[in-house]
């Protein structure tokens, strides 16, 4: 039993890398969408940090703001791979891929991944502008930071996979729909301006919001400190948003074909 189990996982590595590998090439070949994606979390880096106080010793308004934009790239990153998804459906790729030896969910996982390289060469740049200034680098904290945002990228890349095929031959839908969620989710997180001096309605739909424990364990990691509660609840967050992708994604999978 345990042989097969071992077996399986490691076909699913293997899967998975394969698939991570085809999704990197466009990428790697194109590098200049990568540096126009950049140009998003500078513009509000630029724009919105100078506008925020110092909140208290030791957290300075780079500290608290930074690992709420690399958060906010990874979910934006992640929520396009419908996107993704149509265009292949459209020139018949995705079709082939069904019938391909690979498993169903290492296409799932392997394209969320895709938007975790991008998301990191994206935290690498922030992070070499706002270090000579009032943040203070943890290394260790970023990265492990940046591993509860893969998975948390893994769930939301999931989600956008299965409301791409929802929305076949209909990309005004997916649009629609994607842009309703999006902003809300990041606003309601507190990415941008802090919620705990908002009205009761609006603190209450913040913790209802798993990102908002993802962004809370990203802001205590990037800090460098380890609560294990506030760390804990992100990593429950983002575990419980990538198994609802996973599931939800798999099964869309299963329908549409």
């Known amino acids: 039993m345990s042989t097969v189990t ?20 466009p990428l790697l070949r194109e590098p200049f969408g990568m540096v ?13 940090a100078p506008l925020l106080p110092d909140l208290g010793p030791g957290m300075s308004a780079l500290q ?3 690992p709420g934009i690399v958060a906010m790239s990874c979910l934006m990153g ?24 690979l498993s169903r969910s ?14 990191m060469a994206q935290t690498l740049v922030i992070l070499a502008i706002v270090t000579p200034f009032s943040f203070d680098l943890h290394p260790v904290g970023v990265l492990v930071g940046i591993a509860v945002l893969a998975v948390f990228c893994i769930g939301v890349g999931g989600l956008s996979f299965a409301l791409a095929l929802a929305s076949k031959d209909q990309d005004w839908l997916f649009w629609t729909v994607q842009q309703i969620f999006i902003f809300p989710t ?5 990415m941008l301006l ?64």
């Open 186 to 190: 990041l606003l309601l997180a507190g």
């Open 194 to 257: 802090p919620v705990n001096d908002g009205p009761g309605w609006l603190r209450f739909l913040s913790q209802l919001n798993p990102l908002t424990y993802v962004i809370e364990a990203e802001r205590a990691l990037f800090a460098g400190s380890f609560p294990a509660g506030t760390v804990l609840a992100g990593v429950a967050a983002a575990a419980v948003v990538a198994a609802a992708g996973l599931t939800i994604g798999l099964r869309s999978m299963k329908r549409s074909s």
């Open 64 to 66: 608290w703001f930074v």
């Open 78 to 101: 992640s929520s396009m791979v419908g996107a993704s998804l149509m265009q292949e459906m459209v020139s018949g790729s995705h079709e082939r891929l069904l019938v391909s030896p």
């Open 36 to 48: 126009i994606s950049l140009m998003q979390p500078l513009v509000f880096l630029a724009l919105f």
């Open 6 to 25: 071992t077996t399986r996982t490691g076909s699913f590595m293997s899967d998975t890398a394969n698939v991570l590998t085809r999704e990197l090439r």
């Open 106 to 119: 290492s296409l799932l996982v392997g394209r969320a991944l895709r938007e975790i390289v991008p998301t």
